[in-house]
């Protein structure tokens, strides 16, 4: 069965950097778009950032443009989500997604301290 798993998160301040990372099994990774998504408290869950399968692009959300970066090592089957210059705004579970499907990953936390 699809399996997600992240990992990565963590409490940082203002302006560090994190990179999570989510190994996929069960499913063949190469041949699928993946995502991350966020849940602050309080919010509802939004995507974070997408990237295609065989050299797909990639979307970001507006307010991490220039600052996240997705990537992905099919060899691997892991996704990853490099994070950098964090805002405290950034803070909430993040979870991968196997495209649009509902398989999703338990979430790792990340918190930005101010």
């Known amino acids: 069965q699809v399996q997600l798993v992240e990992s990565g998160g963590g409490l940082v301040q203002a302006g560090e950097s994190l990179r999570l990372s989510c190994l996929a099994s069960?499913?063949?990774?190469?041949?699928?778009?993946m995502g991350w998504y966020r849940q602050a408290p309080g919010k509802q869950r939004e995507a974070v950032a997408t990237?295609?399968?065989?050299?797909?692009?990639?979307w970001y959300r507006d307010s991490v443009k220039g600052r996240f970066t997705i990537s992905r090592d099919d060899a691997k089957n892991t996704l990853y989500l490099q994070m950098n210059l964090l805002k405290p705004e950034d803070t909430a579970v993040y979870y991968c997604r196997l495209g649009v499907t509902s398989s999703w990953g338990q979430g790792t936390q990340v918190t930005v301290s101010s």
């Open positions: 069960g499913f063949s990774f190469a041949r699928n778009s």
């Open positions: 990237i295609g399968h065989s050299g797909g692009g990639s």
